[in-house]
Structure formats: C-alpha cells, structure tokens
C-alpha cells in the first residue's frame, strides 16, 4: 500500500556511485516509502549520466565537471628543477616522432636535385637554407627534445605523490594562512562536486537536503547558505559516516582538506547523524556541537523486498552455499564488503591452512583488482585454492537471506585506525540477521558488543592462528553462539526498519512547518 504523501521533497546528496553504497540506497529508499518525495543525487559511473529508481526514491547520477587542478608545492618545485620537461607523457610522445620526421625531410632532402625527375642538374640541391645548415638545426632540436623527453617521466612522476616533507609544508603554511578554509588550497575536489550537482538541486527545489559523509556537508551546506539569503529556507541533515580525523589519508595534506572541510561546514546542519554510539560521542566532542548525533547503526532490513525475492546470481544461485557449490555438511565462513589490506582479508586466507575442513566465501568488489588477486595467491601458498570463494556484491535486501545458509560471520578489521575502534560496520549486523554466529578481531566496538551479546568470539587482529582458534571454537558449538538471536526483540533492534523510524521522526521535526 503507498503511504500518504508528507509535505516536502528531499535532495540526498553523495559522492560515489551509489553502486554497493547500502546505507545510501537504505535512508533513500525508507524515506520514500515513508511518503516523502525523494531524489537521490550520486556520481555518473564511467557509462555516463542514468536515472533510475530506488523503490519510490528517484536516482540521479550526474557526471563530474572538470577543474584545472592547483599546481602544488611540489610540481612547482619539481618544474623549477626540470624545466624542460613537457606537461604530458603524450606530449613527449609526440614531440619525439617529430624528430622521426624531421630524419625523413633530410635523407629526402640529402639525394640532391639532380636525383629528381624532370630537375635540371644545376638546380638547387634544397629549397630554403642550405642543406648543412638545416642538418645543423634539426640535430639542435633533436637534442633539445631528447632533453626534455628525459625530464618529462622524473617530473610527472612528482604528481603522483601525496605525502612527504614538501606536502607537510604545503598544509601548515595555507592551514596557518586560511585555518579550516584552507581546503580550497589543499583539496579543491569538493569544488567539482559543488558546480556539477548544483543545477540539479536547484531543479528540484529540495526543502530538505540529507548529506551523505563528509565530502557533501559542504556542498549541502554551501547551496543552504545561498538559498538563506535569497529568503529561502532548506533543513539540512548531515549524515557522518566516519570520524574524519582518523580517515585512513594519503596524506597529511589531504587529510587537513577533509578536517577544515567538515568544520567550516558542519555548524550549517540542522541536525547531524551518525552510525555508532561512540562516534556520536566523538563528533560531539571535536565540534562542540549542542546536541548529541543522533544515531542510526547501519544495520539490514529483515524484509525481503517484494521485487528482489527470485533474485538469484548469474549462476542461478540463490543462497551463498549454493554459489560455492558446497553442500551442507561442508564447513562455510563468510566475509561481505570492501575487499583491501585494512579489512585484514589475509589474515583470514591464512588461517585456512589450519582449518583443512573450512571454506571460506567473500562476497566483495574489485574482484579483477591487486588486492584480490594477492588473496588467491596466498590461498594457493597455503594449499587452500580450493577453498577460497569470490563473488561480487549482491543487492542489499537479498543480502541477509544470501548470507544465511552460511556456518559463521568473519569480520577481521585490522585494529589501530579511529575509525575501526568505533564501527558497528554493516556486515557486523548483516551477520546478526542471518543468524549467524560471528567472529570478529579485537576492534574495541565490536568486540565489547559480541562480548556483551555472545553471539561469538574475539580474535587478536592479524594473528592468523588466533582466528583460526576462534574459527574452529565457534564451528564447534555453533549453536550457543546462535541462542543470543531467540531472545524475544533481539533482533529488532538491529534492524533497518527499527532505524528508519529515528531518520522519520528527525525528518517530522525539521519538516514540521511544512504541514
């Protein structure tokens, strides 16, 4: 039954794909089911612009406009030490079959006139200069560009570095200069961001604009900003994913942009969301903020939707254990999400070695990539090639019922970043609702809530034989590690649909004057 319409359209603001994005595709779709008009804008992927939509909520994917990018520190340093190096590899390229050329012109030109039909022998040996005089030129500029073909790769090679002494400088001096808006100096992608989605949110005349992480608070905020002037008022919902201070950066440089990023912008929300208690605590704490985030844990929803229930793979599999081709009494872990070295997927590889009997399923991206292929190398040192399963993702609400026919959940995050202390990250719940016992490393949010719940056990991060301990402990009593899930109203609270009532009513409240 459709719900009954709500005043207010909402724009919800992102900077990915929304592809595998289910915290994204989850409050887009809620929030529509809940009445609300909803228009969800993300980046194009390389096929170009699409529409499409998400249950009632309608997607946009919008292609990113180009900026010349700011020259760093670096680069000018690096032209000042190479500075016959050309803009591109391309450019070298070119300018280096030039010279091809211009051998071509000389060994026409060194045949001499009277080599030519119809010439008569007294003729010019070349037209324009002497001859000699243009081998001579043509040796100078062949020099020249060898010159610069060799300090073009030295010199590009600058651009591709984000951390180091130089990139230090660079952020403490424009840091010093501009404090939290010395993003525009150090980071200006958010610009790009800014100028591709703006025509699109001013179409749609959005009273509500939800920002999904970092990267969007300031592009919501500043389009906020401009409508508040202008007389207008929009509410704006800051939705923050991670603790930005402790993002994994590729730099220092990089990492000053986001902090200066978030803090210029953050006091322009209404309200502000976040996904864990303990990060709650966090964004209250580095921003002062009046009150506390509210929190919406990233947890999946119980309900199949209707229009995915004969989802099934490629394979025509409808469940993971049919997707590896196991049956049921073969041993069966499982890991879903992101696929890189943070994740601690190796330690997990390894550990089959000391557990001959266990498969072990990953449903995950990039499956053509590096890092997956570094997987399937290790599993083939440790004897395990054939017991090691990749598959790619799978849509969100089939996700739980695919996970179920597995034996356990393995979440080996590695411990030390901020942010993997504080996750209750979506496969931790994902797991939850299939009913499936866990094991996680000692990340200290998760492990203090399976220690509280005890639908599990706790493994030292990137110890391989303490996984596989806590592995084969869980596979032997699988079913006490299971009872934590019949206890009356366990699982309800760690469902999407008991988190969308905190989005709707955080929705009522800022759309209140709208009824």
Request: charged residues 25%; glycine residues 6%.
């Amino acid at each position: 039954m459709t719900p009954a319409k709500r005043p207010g359209r909402v724009v919800m603001l992102v900077d990915n794909t929304i592809d595998g994005d289910s915290r994204v595709q989850k409050s887009a779709r809620a929030m529509a089911d809940a009445g609300w008009e909803v228009h969800l804008l993300g980046k194009a992927p390389v096929a170009g612009a699409d529409e499409y939509e998400i249950g009632q909520a309608q997607v946009h994917r919008i292609p990113l406009k180009h900026l010349v990018a700011r020259k760093t520190l670096r680069l000018r340093l690096h032209r000042l030490r190479y500075p016959l190096a050309y803009p591109s590899k391309a450019r070298s390229e070119f300018k280096r079959n030039q010279i091809e050329v211009d051998r071509a012109e000389l060994q026409v030109g060194s045949i001499g006139a009277a080599a030519r039909t119809g010439i008569s022998a007294a003729g010019p040996t070349t037209r324009g200069l002497p001859f000699v005089v243009q081998r001579v030129a043509a040796k100078v500029r062949r020099d020249f560009i060898e010159a610069r073909a060799k300090q073009t790769p030295v010199a590009l090679g600058a651009r591709v570095k984000h951390d180091g002494t130089l990139e230090d400088i660079e952020a403490r001096v424009w840091t010093a200069l501009m404090g939290d808006r010395a993003w525009r100096r150090l980071d200006p992608l958010p610009y790009r961001y800014e100028i591709s989605y703006q025509a699109e949110i001013d179409r749609l005349k959005p009273d509500l604009i939800h920002a999904h992480d970092f990267r969007m608070i300031g592009v919501a905020a500043r389009y906020v900003a401009r409508a508040r002037r202008s007389g207008r008022t929009i509410r704006l919902v800051y939705d923050a994913h991670e603790f930005v201070p402790g993002l994994n950066a590729p730099g220092k440089k990089w990492l000053a942009a986001q902090i200066g990023y978030e803090r210029e912008h953050i006091g322009y929300a209404d309200a502000v969301v976040t996904v864990s208690p303990a990060l709650a605590e966090m964004l209250e704490a580095s921003h002062s903020l009046v009150e506390r985030p509210e929190v919406t844990l990233n947890a999946p929803p119980k309900l199949v939707a209707s229009e995915n229930a004969a989802w099934a793979t490629e394979s025509g599999a409808r469940d993971v254990r049919a997707a590896c081709g196991l049956s049921a009494e073969v041993q069966l872990a499982v890991y879903c999400g992101a696929a890189g070295p943070q994740r601690g997927l190796l330690t997990l590889v390894e550990a089959l070695e000391f557990l001959p009997h266990t498969h072990a399923a990953f449903v995950t991206n990039n499956l053509d990539g590096a890092y997956v292929a570094s997987l399937r190398k290790k599993a083939a040192k440790v004897g395990a090639s054939d017991r090691v399963h990749f598959m790619p993702y799978v849509p969100y609400d089939v996700l739980v019922g695919f996970l179920s026919t597995a034996d356990i959940g393995v979440h080996p995050l590695r411990k030390g970043p901020v942010n993997h202390e504080v996750a209750l990250s979506t496969k931790f719940f994902e797991f939850m609702q299939a009913r499936l016992p866990v094991v996680v490393s000692d990340v200290k949010a998760m492990a203090d809530e399976v220690g509280r719940v005890g639908n599990g056990l706790v493994f030292r991060s990137e110890d391989t034989k303490d996984l596989a301990r806590a592995v084969e402990a869980v596979l032997g009593d699988r079913e006490r590690f299971r009872r934590p899930y019949d206890r009356p109203g366990m699982l309800d609270e760690w469902s999407w649909e008991a988190q969308t009532e905190r989005y709707v009513a955080l929705y009522e409240r800022l759309l209140a004057d709208l009824s």
